[in-house]
């Protein structure tokens, strides 16, 4: 899952430090992921400007007009590094999943979570995922929140350090209280690798 990597967080008036430096670590993982023949999930907000479905601390200012990714903008696109597809934004706030290639989706979530409000965990089980990778914008707050609850629902749970913003030992001890592991992107690579050449079951 890649985790609101949208332009007006990478590099708008949301901007989150270090999302852009780790934009080509992102952009790295989901080609691994894709030679891999591996599900991919962008997560991504939206904000009506006006609207008031919004995550309380942003609440007031979007309900005064303040437009960060407001749907059929700019801002709210992901990054033609991971992403060329325009995004379907009337689908994606009715709360469709928008299918982008073979196995690779987008999905809007509403708030912190990525399984709150989504059918986020119906769309993994029906792949039969047990396992989920995060990576994505702003670590303590959507991609953690999404961990743990990927945790509660029993998914093996992992994070893309340097795939990921706002990254701290701190953080990566609390989650693995939890049981999340720490990869780099070169430990999700030798992982596929070591997965493309094992001897078939017998």
Sequence with gaps: MLIDVQN?????PARVDGTA???????????????????IVHIVRLYAPGGSDVDPPRRAAIEAGLQIVAPHTDGAAVPTELLAHP????????????????????MFKPRWSAFY???LDQHLRELAVNTVVVAGCNLPNCPRATLFDASERDYRAAV???ATS???????AD????GVASLSTDDVEQFFQAAATAPAPQ
């Design 166 to 172: 706002q990254v701290t030992p701190e953080r990566l």
């Design 21 to 39: 430096e780790q934009l080509p670590s992102m952009a790295r993982l989901a080609q691994l992921f894709r030679a891999a023949h591996r599900p």
């Design 87 to 106: 995004l379907d934004y009337d689908s994606l706030l009715a709360g469709g999943i928008q299918y982008v290639a073979a196995g690779e989706v987008v």
């Design 160 to 162: 893309v350090t340097d």
């Design 8 to 12: 007006d967080f990478v590099s708008g």
């Design 175 to 178: 989650l693995a209280l939890i």
């Design 117 to 119: 409000r989504t059918d």
